[in-house]
């Protein structure tokens, strides 16, 4: 599969690009608004086509797939039109700014046949997927979550931190902990949240949230900040044990592990460092030859959204806000 890249985004730079390299595909061009800065980049990686705008990009015959890590804002028009050159597309998370448009993008993708996929890279490493085998055949009933992931923001130029183009921790690092949320308790009925703006940026560089799901009783609490040191973690508590990940989305140098006790029963166990990037190429592109729906598609994206949507609703209101289906 030929890959084409919109934008120099750091993410491509720093982990998606060298992931394509890694596995059969080819990324064969790279656009920017910038020429230079598109040529540098495709000289950096042995890329053999750079753009100076990303519509040229699309006009390119020879792609089969455009990887988008546009800013948030972007996501959903340039998906749209990578997917009227007939291109698929691994696009960033989160896909849209809410759910409607993220319901809309998903329906445009599939009218047109092409395969879209949200790239939340930590559902496909080895760990998560044994994460949710341990909590569905070992575990208990499920009683909470408790999630984070924050990091310190240095820079207040950051994109993260523009509200025109939808920035904000939750939509940049609180969406994975909505996502492990859900991952362990399904969808939930009420959220009730609180944020702060540090800068007055205009968006939220601290959120606090709690999910609530009327039927058990079932509760997910979530943090997510540029304010802080590194921190990123899920801890689920079962009736009868709980079970723990640390770097739990973004693993840093070497292994990981994943402790869990069950009645009493104490276990860690190991991974060995894998690029869960190139996993998420590798699911991507076979869920492109075979037709099927990828763990992360549209779909996914709506219900993850409907529960940010939710939340930010209710740190506006100060109320507890029903999480919509759409």
């Given at each position: 599969?030929?890959?084409?890249?919109?934008?120099?985004?750091?993410?491509?730079?720093?982990?998606?690009?060298?992931?394509?390299?890694?596995?059969?595909?080819?990324?064969?061009?790279?656009?920017?608004?910038?020429?230079?800065?598109?040529?540098?980049?495709?000289?950096?990686?042995?890329?053999?086509?750079?753009?100076d705008s990303y519509e040229g990009l699309l006009e390119d015959d020879d792609l089969d797939a455009v990887y988008n890590p546009?800013?948030?804002?972007?996501?959903a028009e340039w998906t749209k039109k990578a997917t009227d050159a007939g291109l698929h597309v691994l696009c960033e998370k989160p896909l849209a700014v809410d759910a409607p448009e993220a319901r809309a993008v998903g329906d445009y993708c599939e009218e047109r046949g092409v395969t879209l996929m949200e790239a939340f890279m930590y559902r496909y490493h080895p760990r998560t997927e044994r994460a949710v085998e341990i909590v569905r055949e070992q575990l208990g009933d499920v009683r909470s979550v408790k999630a984070t992931f924050q990091f310190?923001?240095?820079d207040s130029g950051n994109v993260r931190l523009d509200p025109d183009l939808a920035g904000g921790s939750l939509m940049d690092v609180g969406?994975?902990?909505?996502s492990a949320a859900r991952l362990f308790l399904g969808e939930p009925d009420r959220a009730?949240?609180?944020?702060?703006?540090?800068?007055?940026?205009?968006?939220d560089t601290k959120l606090a949230g709690v999910l609530e799901?009327?039927?058990?009783?079932a509760t997910a609490e979530l943090s997510?900040?540029?304010?802080?040191?590194?921190?990123?973690?899920?801890r689920v508590e079962a009736e009868d044990g709980w079970l723990e990940a640390r770097d739990a989305f973004v693993p840093r140098d070497g292994g990981v592990e994943i402790e869990y006790a069950v009645d009493g029963r104490h276990v860690v166990e190991q991974f060995d460092p894998t690029d869960q990037y190139r996993l998420e190429v590798e699911h991507f592109a076979e869920c492109v030859a075979s037709g099927d729906a990828p763990h992360t598609d549209a779909d996914e994206a709506v219900r993850n959204m409907a529960t940010i949507d939710a939340l930010y609703e209710s740190a506006q209101t100060g109320e507890a806000v029903a999480v919509s289906e759409v």
């Open positions: 599969m030929k890959f084409g890249v919109i934008s120099t985004a750091n993410i491509g730079r720093s982990a998606v690009v060298p992931a394509i390299r890694d596995t059969d595909h080819e990324v064969l061009a790279v656009a920017s608004r910038d020429s230079e800065r598109a040529a540098a980049f495709a000289e950096e990686f042995g890329i053999a086509r750079s753009y546009l800013p948030n804002a972007l996501h310190p923001m240095a969406c994975y902990a909505v009730y949240a609180t944020t702060y703006d540090a800068g007055g940026h205009g968006v799901y009327d039927r058990d009783g997510c900040g540029f304010e802080t040191a590194d921190t990123q973690r899920y």
